[in-house]
């Protein structure tokens, strides 16, 4: 299995949350793999140099190292749009961020680790958890 980490998921492991840690190295362990998509690399790089934090950023870019990184495409664009859509024809609307790693998700059949259920339990197709309570 791949997962995707929402940018929540990896301020968490930054931070030092225990849980989230233990539970990524865990999966690590058993063998399944990460991809890092441009949205979260944004979200998380935006933060963590808006608040000019260079030890965390260079955690960061450690973490990202064994991470598959992944790009944007014209389908990913398609189906985000599609994505987009849908959630405006039902009054659902979610940040364009969040569509962006939904349709990565989707299209790759990637598992996202969110704390955001909220906004991704609206999208169909989308396989996701969270490795935190509450």
Not at 54 to 62: C, D, G, I, T
Request: aromatic share 12%; charged share 25%; proline share 1%.
């Amino acid at each position: 299995m791949m997962y995707v980490l929402d940018s929540n998921i990896i301020s968490y492991i930054l931070k030092g949350d225990e849980a989230v840690k233990k539970r990524f190295y865990a999966e690590t362990k058993a063998g399944h793999e990460f991809a890092l998509i441009p949205t979260v690399y944004y979200e998380v790089q935006r933060g963590l140099l808006a608040k000019r934090m260079s030890k965390r950023l260079a955690e960061f870019e450690e973490l990202c190292q064994n991470m598959h990184e992944m790009q944007f495409n014209k389908h990913i664009w398609r189906k985000s749009a599609q994505i987009y859509a849908s959630l405006s024809q039902q009054g659902k609307l979610i940040p364009d961020g969040d569509i962006f790693i939904a349709a990565f998700c989707v299209l790759n059949s990637l598992a996202l680790v969110t704390h955001d259920k909220n906004h991704f339990e609206r999208i169909e197709g989308l396989s996701f958890a969270s490795w935190k309570d509450s």
